[in-house]
T-cell receptor, first 114, second 113 residues
Framework: KAGVTQTPRYLIKTRGQQVTLSCSPI?????VSWYQQTPGQGLQFLFE???????NKGNFPGRFSGRQFSNSRSEMNVSTLELGDSALYLC?????????????FGPGTRLTVL | AQSVTQLDSHVSVSEGTPVLLRCNYS??????LFWYVQHPNKGLQLLLK??????LVKGINGFEAEFKKSETSFHLTKPSAHMSDAAEYFC???????????FGPGTRLSVLP
């Protein structure tokens, strides 16, 4: 099976712009979660989508949003970018069900905001 | 609510010596526990997981972890460190009634020649 893919791998934007990141989960997985990773804050949970619905949400401002399509692919959008949004954004997919649910991560998108 | 504590932010060992990365968790219900490894500028790779089948869990690359309910611990060990083990290691908990995966702050492992 192909793993989790994320596009683009690298992105450079300027303050005030918006950005959209994409994640394609492992075939058959219905849950996609997004995380932000920075040196200072570590790994922080953004949100999880399951069957096109947001199921869980972390403590991030409304500038961070996402969606999931019927094929389980997910996009994350950040509007009005700030310098502090520079981070590695990781996507993880899982079945989303059962007690042995396991997340598998993509390689990440490195976002730099100038 | 679940939480994870990784007691050491940085561990340094010599090549060929044992590795011990410590993890303690808090969970209201019976948890699933995971260890992930992250090499520089890479995504996270699953090392092993505990899901109540056996308390001693073997993972990839010679790593293993033991679930100790009485100590609420899930420490990661390896008998002999290799240079390629140098990376960041994350302990993760998910309780079986919740849905969120909660990550620890990570432990950076350095392996000295």
């Amino acid at each position: 099976k192909a793993g989790v893919t994320q596009t683009p791998r690298y992105l450079i934007k300027t303050r005030g712009q918006q950005v959209t990141l994409s994640c394609s989960p492992i075939s058959g997985h219905r849950s996609v979660s997004w995380y932000q990773q920075t040196p200072g804050q570590g790994l922080q949970f953004l949100f999880e989508y399951f069957s096109e619905t947001q199921r869980n949400k972390g403590n991030f401002p409304g500038r961070f949003s996402g969606r999931q399509f019927s094929n389980s692919r997910s996009e994350m959008n950040v509007s009005t970018l700030e310098l502090g949004d520079s981070a590695l954004y990781l996507c993880a997919s899982s079945s989303g069900q059962g007690v042995i649910d396991t997340q598998y991560f993509g390689p990440g998108t490195r976002l730099t905001v100038l | 609510a679940q939480s994870v504590t990784q007691l050491d932010s940085h561990v340094s060992v010599s090549e060929g010596t044992p590795v011990l990365l410590r993890c303690n968790y808090s969970s209201s219900y019976s948890p699933s526990l995971f260890w992930y490894v992250q090499h520089p500028n890479k995504g996270l790779q699953l090392l092993l997981k505990y899901t109540s089948a056996a308390t001693l869990v073997k993972g990839i690359n010679g790593f293993e972890a033991e679930f100790k309910k009485s100590e609420t611990s899930f420490h990661l060990t390896k008998p002999s460190a290799h240079m390629s083990d140098a990376a960041e290691y994350f302990c993760v908990v998910r309780d079986n009634y919740g849905q969120n995966f909660v990550f620890g702050p990570g432990t950076r492992l350095s392996v000295l020649p």
